[in-house]
């Protein structure tokens, strides 16, 4: 499978100009698509984004939240993200910053 990366996402890969509407999305694309063994996502902050994310992938993942629209500084009025779900870790490794994880409520 290949999975289209979009012009402007909720999720950028480091390294590489593709963004992704979710953070699942891109994480399987890491792997399937780039071949990656480590890969470390910026999120976009100031929005909650409703997922039930699973790391099922012997993978050294860093996830970076509260992103600006260029994803290169964090966002001053919104500096964290809201994983409006849950997350599962059942191989590899995940570092987290930034990230609020549960309803968003």
Request: zero cysteines; aromatic letters at 8%.
């Amino acid at each position: 499978a290949s999975f289209e990366p979009i012009q402007t996402g909720m999720v950028k890969l480091e390294g590489l100009s593709k963004q992704y509407s979710t953070l699942q999305v891109a994480y399987d694309a890491a792997v399937i698509d780039e071949g990656l063994s480590e890969a470390t996502f910026r999120i976009h902050g100031g929005e909650a984004l409703p997922q039930n994310l699973v790391f099922n992938l012997d993978l050294i993942v860093t996830l970076l939240g509260g992103y600006d629209d260029t994803f290169e500084n964090l966002d001053p009025a919104n500096p964290y993200t809201i994983i409006d779900g849950t997350i599962t870790i059942r191989a590899g490794t995940v570092t987290i910053s930034n990230l609020i994880i549960g309803p968003s409520t």
